[in-house]
């Protein structure tokens, strides 16, 4: 079935460093792909979303590309803060008949240290 | 906007105890949504719902009953708490997608519900 999987974590990070979480997924048909994070105590926020083969979704710094070839959708941070200590949930979205239904992997927790 | 809103924040049970999770929108979305929240298994779909009067499973609906008489309101019964249900429960919702379009999901902050 449908699926997607994340590295497992946690992450530990020093500031600045280099972020890159792994997520891939299998999906029949041509699924949209997204990441979510929630902060402590938060509820889940869309960080960045890709509709199709070879998008890039980007925001706050944070990068993803969709690859169809190696059905993957990495997340990547060029220098991380402390304020990024989050839990990254990558997303597929599979659509049909006008509503549509969310399928997460197990999520990443990620702390940054000063 | 007040967005998604969740009542309680925090709740705690005895088992076969009942009690019943609010969610309201104020943004007219038709979608709304159920998900639990567990330790490595990320966030999975109870029950959702794509208009007043219309809900339908998700992934994991044993234990739970949902009902949607108004589009605002998307409350999540537990008949009979079990502590497998304890989790963190979060509704969402969204306005129906058309022409392939993707609108977003908000996401309420959540209820921590423990069940002894």
């Known amino acids: 079935g449908d699926s997607v999987t994340q590295m497992e974590g946690p992450v530990t990070l020093s500031e600045e460093a280099f972020l890159t979480i792994n997520c891939t997924y299998t999906a029949t048909g041509y699924p949209s792909l997204f990441w979510y994070v929630q902060y402590p105590g938060e509820g889940l926020q869309l960080l960045l979303k890709a509709t199709k083969a070879d998008d890039k979704g980007s925001n706050k710094g944070f990068e993803a590309t969709y690859r169809k070839e190696t059905t993957s959708f990495h997340l990547e941070k060029g220098s991380v803060q402390v304020s990024d200590s989050a839990v990254y949930f990558c997303?597929?979205?599979?659509?049909?008949?006008?509503?549509?239904?969310?399928?997460f992997g197990a999520g990443t927790r990620l702390a940054v240290h000063p | 906007n007040a967005g998604v809103t969740q009542t309680p924040k925090f709740q705690v049970l005895k088992t076969g105890q009942s009690m019943t999770l609010q969610c309201a929108q104020d943004?007219?979305?038709?979608?709304m949504s159920w998900y639990r929240q567990d330790p490595g298994m990320g966030l999975r779909l109870i029950h959702y719902?794509?208009?007043?009067?219309?809900?339908d499973q998700g992934e994991v609906p044993n234990g739970y009953n949902v009902s949607r008489s108004t589009t605002e309101d998307f409350p999540l019964r537990l008949l009979s708490a079990a502590p497998s249900q304890t989790s963190v429960y979060f509704c969402?919702?969204?306005?129906?997608?058309?022409?392939?379009?993707?609108?977003?999901?908000?996401f309420g902050p959540g209820t921590r519900l423990t069940v002894l």
């Open positions: 997303a597929l979205l599979l659509a049909g008949g006008g509503y549509n239904k969310l399928i």
């Open positions: 719902s794509v208009g007043a009067g219309i809900t």
């Open positions: 969402a919702s969204k306005g129906l997608s058309t022409g392939g379009t993707y609108n977003e999901q908000f």
């Open positions: 943004m007219n979305h038709e979608y």
